[in-house]
């Protein structure tokens, strides 16, 4: 929740290639006091059945930068490895995922709650401040 002198986060990640939430993603939530300043770990969690990370930490007062790092390399590779106990004839020799890591940082004001949505498939990804 964010108060006057801070501000607050919360995320969800759809897949986009199937068009639904993303479960099990983790996520970690990091944050700094100004440019120069360095990133600081405020903690983690990972997407539930709705793609949402709903255990994620209040921001430090101060705070003016946030960063979000979704590791999404896991999550496309158990759908991979789910998808191939169906077909083992089409498997691929290529990487599981192009993008393994997503992280996504922005600038935050104090009172201000931010939500940001991920859209995600294995070859990109969208990201936008939603409400």
């Known amino acids: 929740m964010s108060t006057s002198t801070t501000a607050s986060v919360s995320t969800h990640?759809?897949?986009?290639?199937?068009g639904r939430p993303a479960e099990g993603v983790a996520v970690e939530l990091?944050?700094?006091?100004?440019?120069?300043?360095?990133?600081?770990?405020?903690?983690?969690?990972?997407?539930d059945v709705d793609?949402?990370?709903?255990?994620?930490?209040?921001?430090?007062?101060?705070?003016?930068h946030v960063r979000l790092d979704f590791a999404v390399e896991?999550?496309?590779?158990?759908?991979?490895?789910?998808?191939?106990?169906?077909?083992?004839?089409?498997?691929?020799?290529?990487?599981?995922?192009?993008?393994?890591?997503v992280a996504i940082t922005f600038a935050?004001?104090?009172?201000?709650?931010?939500?940001v949505p991920l859209l995600l498939n294995p070859f990109g990804y969208s990201v936008y401040r939603g409400s």
């Open 13 to 18: 990640i759809l897949d986009t290639s199937i």
């Open 30 to 47: 990091s944050a700094r006091g100004g440019r120069e300043a360095g990133w600081r770990t405020l903690g983690a969690g990972a997407t």
């Open 51 to 64: 793609g949402r990370c709903k255990d994620l930490p209040a921001l430090p007062e101060g705070t003016t």
């Open 74 to 101: 896991a999550y496309f590779e158990k759908k991979q490895a789910d998808a191939q106990q169906d077909a083992p004839a089409n498997r691929d020799s290529g990487p599981a995922v192009f993008f393994p890591e």
């Open 108 to 115: 935050v004001e104090p009172g201000e709650h931010y939500h």
